[in-house]
């Protein structure tokens, strides 16, 4: 019964900033981390960020860090990735997830994640 749905993809010029939402449904979302991942074309998936059901965040990829932001509203179920002076490097299919559900409240992602949304696409261009 658990789902998550992103949102907030686009297109934007570079410098510009975008927010995505992930939004969980079918389970509370202080009882889940939640990372974010990109996958740019022809690359590997990578994970950017997570916050923990405490709200506690980790930032992992050295390329966003002072420039996104994760952060989440447990009343609307949501957690969210501010995306500042976008670079055409950041462009790529967002996606967040949950941890294994042994795991499922910790950011601990090394034996991959228990469930994925569908992604949303973001365009970096001129």
């Known amino acids: 019964q658990l789902q998550l749905v992103e949102s907030g993809g686009g297109v934007v010029q570079p410098g510009g900033s975008l927010r995505l939402s992930c939004e969980v449904s079918g389970a509370t979302l202080d009882n889940y981390a939640i990372a974010w991942y990109r996958q740019a074309p022809g690359k590997e998936r990578e994970i950017l960020s997570c916050?923990?059901?405490?709200?506690?965040?980790?930032t992992y990829a050295d390329s966003v860090k002072g420039r996104f932001t994760i952060s989440k509203d447990n009343d609307k179920n949501t957690v969210y990735l501010e995306m500042n002076s976008l670079k055409l490097q950041d462009r790529g299919v967002y996606y967040c997830?949950?941890?294994?559900?042994?795991?499922?409240?910790?950011?601990?992602?090394?034996?991959?994640?228990?469930?994925w949304g569908q992604g949303t696409q973001v365009t970096v261009s001129t």
């Open positions: 997830a949950v941890p294994l559900s042994e795991v499922k409240q910790m950011c601990v992602f090394f034996r991959g994640a228990g469930l």
């Open positions: 916050i923990n059901s405490r709200g506690v965040r980790d």
